[in-house]
């Protein structure tokens, strides 16, 4: 019998190492004219994963050599206090962008802590500000997980122009921006585009339809084989901590996707983790780099 075929993996390691490298030699232009771009991190108490996804912004800073400020504020910290961190951030010239990790802690308005952040230095584009330009095709500072996702797709030859991209899930942080980008008329764009949420009715009947399947919806391997077109693409937004007894840490980390099972039918798929994940650390740092070169008057690369 011949061997099953599966999918080829989309590797977002190598990818976003690929575009972490361009952006060092944009970093060095930037010193050569004293300027070194600089990232406001702030996290509001000790929420695990956050912690490991902040730990991991801030090392790749050092790595690339954008300055990383770190704000870490106790749990009952008040929604005041943050407020005041963020107006004295956002008049700091050496402060270029600004990240307010979340989820916040449950007395703090997110929404007025996203406000609050100056659009030209929202380089995680959650301010109305970006949302409403992304939606509009204006320039702005796309939000970084679509963005990642979007670079994925576009460095690894699946263009998604003409395509029906299926998204299942509809956050302010993937769903809904990934869906404004992908409906452009623009590069890496002009896709067809279908949201899928928890009121979708019979939601297999929509990602089959899917050439570019995206599963965003934080439910651990939600999306099975039976639900994926054969050699449809499939980009696994998911991060979730399941119960394992076989590993010393007693939990392992898996998508949104069955993977095993997805990956024989799909033609290429990403894995969890070293898919979504670093790519939405280097978009992170491409608009710090963006922001950087704009508050700064030198001309981006960066789109
Ligand atoms: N929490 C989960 N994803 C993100 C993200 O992309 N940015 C921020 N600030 N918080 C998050």
Redesign the pocket.
């Known amino acids: 019998m011949k061997p099953k075929k599966t999918a080829k993996i989309i590797d977002g390691k190598k990818i976003s190492a690929a575009i972490l490298a361009d952006l060092r030699r944009d970093i060095a232009m930037l010193r050569d004219k004293g300027v070194t771009p600089g990232l406001a991190v702030v996290l509001a108490g000790a929420d695990p994963a956050?912690e490991v996804?902040v730990k991991a912004k801030r090392r790749t800073c050092a790595e690339i050599g954008v300055e990383s400020f770190s704000h870490d504020l106790p749990e009952n910290c008040t929604e005041k206090r943050l407020l005041k961190l963020i107006d004295k951030l956002n008049g700091d010239s050496r402060v270029h962008g600004i990240?307010?990790?979340?989820?916040l802690p449950r007395h703090i308005s997110e929404k007025r802590v996203l406000e609050a952040i100056l659009p030209e230095k929202d380089v995680?584009g959650f301010h109305p500000v970006n949302v409403g330009r992304l939606l509009n095709g204006e320039e702005c500072f796309a939000?970084?997980?679509p963005a990642g996702c979007q670079a994925l797709l576009q460095r690894s030859g699946y263009d998604p122009a003409g395509k029906h991209v299926v998204i299942v899930g509809r956050s302010n942080?993937v769903g809904k921006p990934l869906a404004a980008l992908l409906i452009q008329k623009a590069a890496g764009a002009n896709a067809t585009v279908t949201i899928c949420h928890s009121r979708t009715r019979n939601i297999g009947k929509f990602t089959r339809e899917a050439d570019i399947l995206v599963a965003a919806m934080g439910v651990p391997e939600f999306i099975k084989p039976r639900m994926v077109r054969k050699g449809a693409i499939v980009i696994d937004v998911g991060v979730n901590r399941i119960p394992d007894q076989t590993r010393k840490s007693g939990t392992r980390l898996v998508g949104d996707v069955a993977f095993a099972g997805v990956a024989k039918k799909a033609r290429a798929i990403t894995p969890v983790p070293g898919g979504v994940g670093p790519m939405?650390i280097a978009m992170l740092m491409s608009n710090t780099v963006k922001a950087a070169c704009r508050a700064s008057g030198n001309a981006s690369k960066r789109t």
């Open positions: 956050s996804y990240l307010v990790q979340l989820p995680d939000s970084c997980t942080i939405t």
